[in-house]
């Protein structure tokens, strides 16, 4: 079974704060992705990543960046938290190398800035 | 463009009722995979559904039936008595290439259909 696991489930920080929010796959799978997930909006994508150090920006980077330095792990960073970035997070993986293939998805970071 | 749209943004049935969430979408793709994927209370997504646009075979998984029409861009999901684990959020996604290529497919998702089952 793929799993996917991220650091924390629940996570409160301070505006201003650095954030570091942690995924990891033991799959093998080249592509890893973070969403937010908000009320009424649905999933977003905030970054992609294809491969080892490869990325993509998705429909709403702003405010965020990513690090990919070793193939199961994929960091999402935020630089300065805001309280417009409390938000549950989502954190996904899939064989990059089938068109057809389905992402599996982490559990979610809930997190909250105070 | 690239666009899943779930028009039911809640549907509150009572157990043992059939009910159909519905899926449209748009794609310039000739060929195409589309998804559904559930989100239960505990909050991780479970993919549920793959199919490809050349096969509109009706499918059945136990009391889960997808309809997918290309005619009319729907992919339609359907539970049979449903019941209380049913209960979820629901979504229909679209994969879509990404500026990388190959098989690198990033996925549109709708915006979900939150199911209520009631006892």
């Known amino acids: 079974d793929v799993k996917v696991t991220q650091s924390s489930r629940y996570l409160v920080k301070r505006t201003g704060e650095k954030v570091f929010l942690e995924c990891v796959q033991d799959m093998d799978h080249e592509n890893m992705f973070w969403y937010r997930q908000d009320p009424g909006l649905g999933l977003r994508l905030i970054y992609f990543s294809y491969d080892v150090k490869m990325k993509e920006k998705g429909d709403i980077p702003e405010g965020y960046s990513v690090s990919r330095e070793k193939k199961e792990r994929f960091s999402l960073i935020l630089e300065s938290a805001s309280t417009n970035q409390t938000s549950m997070y989502l954190c996904?993986?899939?064989?990059?190398?089938?068109?057809?293939?389905?992402?599996?998805f982490g559990p979610g970071t809930r997190l909250t800035v105070l | 463009a690239q666009k899943v749209t779930q028009a039911q943004t809640e549907i509150s049935v009572v157990e043992k009722e059939d009910v159909t969430l519905d899926c449209v979408y748009e794609t310039r793709d000739t060929t195409y995979y589309l998804f559904w994927y559930k989100q239960p209370p505990s909050g991780e997504l479970v993919f549920l559904i793959r199919r490809n646009s050349f096969d509109e075979q009706n499918e059945i998984s136990g009391r889960y039936s997808w309809n997918f029409q290309k005619s009319t861009s729907s992919f339609n999901f359907t539970i049979t008595a449903s019941q209380v684990v049913d209960s979820a959020v629901y979504f229909c996604?679209?994969?879509?290439?990404?500026?990388?290529?190959?098989?690198?497919?990033?996925?549109?998702f709708g915006k979900g259909t939150l199911l209520t089952v009631n006892p």
């Open positions: 996604a679209l994969p879509l290439n990404t500026n990388s290529g190959g098989s690198n497919y990033k996925l549109t």
């Open positions: 996904a993986s899939r064989d990059g190398t089938g068109d057809h293939n389905e992402q599996f």
